[in-house]
């Protein structure tokens, strides 16, 4: 077995076991509880779970998505988020680790609090601040890595974000006098800038739109939902977005410059 083949196991456990401490940081920060104490129990028995029932993905199965003493369903978002959270840092090693082992590292971590804005936004609306500061923190290492946009382009990617939506922030109170983003949207799109560059934070302007009027649209429609200040979660669009600018964005302003504006 080579050394990239054990990169990758090692990987895959630990993008698992990470992403089982995801889970409980997803369901206790917004409830205002430590992620240290209590221990990991269910919460509807309040029985603790055993370590044997708190593997990543197999005590899921093996339990068969109850718990073992009251037989409460347990979310299928568990074993989702495990999995979510080891792909993507597999994909890390697989694009980036040959190039940086460092800035590899540094988008694992970024992964995994974007997982957390992700689905903490969907389930309250709310982006806390704890994960817009670790996020830039990673996107200012990554700086320094010599990987991904220069400081300039960063710098800039980060001024065009928080200029950007702030513009559209204003304008949406001052026309229908009504938040049409929220503040932590603001702070995210500015941090996504610092982490992709001016050139990547375009590209995640395009994508979170154009997903975020496709999926909202077709949301309301389904719900046949009419109030049209119905407020949704814009926070995932945005982690989308980053997350294809973060692993595909060079490739695809290189096909967008050489085969749509002949650059």
Not at 66 to 86: D, F, H
């Amino acid at each position: 077995m080579n050394i990239k083949a054990i990169v990758y196991i090692l990987t895959a456990l630990t993008g698992l076991c990470v992403g089982s401490f995801l889970n409980v940081v997803i369901y206790r920060v917004p409830n205002a509880v430590s992620v240290a104490f209590p221990p990991s129990h269910c919460p509807k028995c309040a029985k603790n779970i055993k370590w044997y029932d708190n593997i990543p993905i197999l005590s899921y199965i093996l339990l068969r998505g109850k718990c073992r003493n009251c037989g409460c369903r347990i979310s299928l978002r568990y074993p989702a988020v495990e999995t979510v959270n080891c792909l993507l840092w597999l994909l890390c090693v697989f694009m980036l680790w040959d190039a940086n082992i460092v800035y590899c590292i540094i988008s694992m971590a970024v992964c995994s609090v974007m997982i957390c804005i992700f689905i903490i936004d969907i389930d309250h609306c709310l982006i806390f601040y704890r994960f817009q500061i670790a996020l830039a923190l990673l996107a200012a290492a990554g700086m320094f890595t010599g990987q991904g946009a220069g400081v300039i382009d960063r710098l800039i990617g980060l001024a065009a974000g928080l200029v950007l939506f702030a513009l559209i922030y204003l304008v949406f109170l001052f026309l229908i006098k009504r938040e049409g983003i929220g503040i932590g949207d603001i702070i995210l799109m500015a941090t996504s800038g610092l982490l992709v560059g001016w050139q990547g934070i375009i590209l995640v302007m395009f994508v979170s739109s154009v997903t975020a009027s496709v999926i909202l649209l077709t949301v309301r429609c389904l719900n046949k939902e009419n109030d049209r200040f119905h407020e949704y979660p814009f926070a995932p669009f945005i982690v989308f977005g980053d997350l294809i600018a973060l692993f595909f964005g060079g490739q695809i302003i290189d096909f967008y410059m050489r085969f749509v504006i002949g650059g």
